[in-house]
């Protein structure tokens, strides 16, 4: 008799935290896909950015826009691209977690000041109902998702490139 209350208790826990708990639980198997996928989404990303930057330099190749145009990396979590002149670029990016951060300064003309007028873009990694991972571009109204490296390098291409 003097377990009823335990019982009633558990009832009270089960029944009024039961949607907490699952959203936890589901949030906790997001995070795993996010951590297991997104290294392999920001490697591809690099990958794809390299190929755009070397496709647009050898198109270039010989016109008077022509200039120096590069893709680095440092770290296994960051990419650089910069580009000397018509247009200018310097730009960072970097993998944190569950967020692609874009760094970037850009300009018409020739090399301006790289620390001056800074701008970030933020891409947030997602997760679909399947466990499939999506990239989303929260800057962009309505947001864009990006479920290719692929896709998401061509809008980082072309928006760095384009003024």
């Given at each position: 008799m003097g377990k009823e209350w335990i019982e009633a208790l558990a009832k009270e826990i089960r029944e009024k935290n039961r949607e907490a708990a699952e959203e936890y639980g589901r949030a906790q198997h997001y995070a795993g896909i996010?951590?297991?996928e997104g290294k392999a989404f920001f490697v591809a990303l690099a990958a794809s950015?390299?190929?755009n930057v070397d496709g647009l330099r050898s198109q270039l190749q010989g016109d008077v826009t022509a200039a120096d145009?590069?893709?680095a990396s440092s770290r296994p979590d960051e990419?650089?691209?910069?580009?000397a002149r018509f247009p200018w670029v310097d730009a960072r990016l970097t993998h944190r977690e569950d967020t692609i951060l874009l760094d970037?300064?850009?300009g018409p003309g020739t090399e301006g000041d790289p620390a001056v007028e800074r701008k970030s873009r933020s891409f947030a990694f997602k997760v679909a109902g399947n466990d499939s991972l999506y990239v989303e571009d929260g800057f962009a109204e309505p947001p864009r998702r990006y479920?290719?490296?692929e896709d998401l390098a061509r809008e980082i291409t072309?928006?760095?490139f384009r003024v």
């Open positions: 996010v951590a297991k950015l390299r190929d145009t590069a893709v990419v650089r691209i910069t580009r970037y300064a850009k479920e290719r490296a072309e928006f760095l």
